[in-house]
């Protein structure tokens, strides 16, 4: 399932929701929600997406237990806890979205942002992730400890790699996410929190994503 999240026209606190089941290579679009949402109406609007997603692949007699989710925010909305938004299991149970499905979050400007296509940012992207290797050198890999690791110009210390890994806890907002994206990053993972196990996985995680 793949929701596009939007902030409302002329608004910091409202959002637009779009949604997709994308199955055996085609995208169905999911019910249609209101405009202007809340932060609170997006958690019940999201519960909702997933249950017609998942009667709906089960319709085409795929594995709806099987089915990830990928959520594309803007930088001002990267900081939602998507992953702990409840989500209805069996009747009436609730339980946390990333506790029963694979999600990820994913950078709605990268994807949409007119000023990253007419830059030339994407163009420089796809050389970087040409280039990439099976098995990523250390020096094609940022890896941010500490808020320190942000100080000096980022995009000059990113322009060169091919990962950005954040395994600490980081402010979400344009002067940490813009530079990422300007310097043409392939693959930028962080961590939501400062479990050492979490930043175990994410590090392999950025292996997988280079292959």
């Known amino acids: ?32 929600i209101e405009p202007k949402r809340t932060k609170e109406e997006l958690q019940a609007d999201f519960n909702t997406l ?43 149970t609730l339980k946390p979205v990333g506790t029963r499905r694979s999600i990820v979050v994913r950078s709605h400007d990268r994807v949409y942002d007119p000023d990253l296509r007419a830059g030339g940012t994407w163009d420089r ?11 990523l050198p250390d020096d094609q890999l940022y ?37 990422i994206l300007d310097a043409a990053t392939p693959v930028a993972l962080w961590v939501r929190g400062r479990d050492g196990r979490r930043c175990a996985v994410a590090k392999t995680a950025v292996l997988r994503f280079m292959r």
């Open 1 to 32: 399932m793949l929701v596009k999240l939007e902030l409302s026209a002329g608004t910091t606190d409202r959002y637009e929701v779009t949604a997709w089941l994308y199955h055996a290579g085609e995208f169905r679009q999911l019910t249609e």
């Open 50 to 92: 997933l249950r017609d997603a998942q009667e709906r692949l089960r319709g085409t007699g795929g594995l709806s237990e099987a089915m990830g989710v990928e959520v594309f925010l803007q930088v001002e909305s990267l900081g939602l806890q998507v992953e702990q938004w409840n989500v209805t299991v069996g009747r009436s």
């Open 125 to 135: 992207w796809a050389e970087k992730w040409k280039a990439r290797q099976v098995k």
């Open 143 to 179: 890896c941010v400890n500490s808020k320190d690791d942000l100080c000096g110009d980022l995009f000059d210390k990113l322009e060169k790699k091919l990962a950005f890994l954040a395994v600490c806890p980081l402010a979400f907002n344009r002067e940490s996410v813009d530079p």
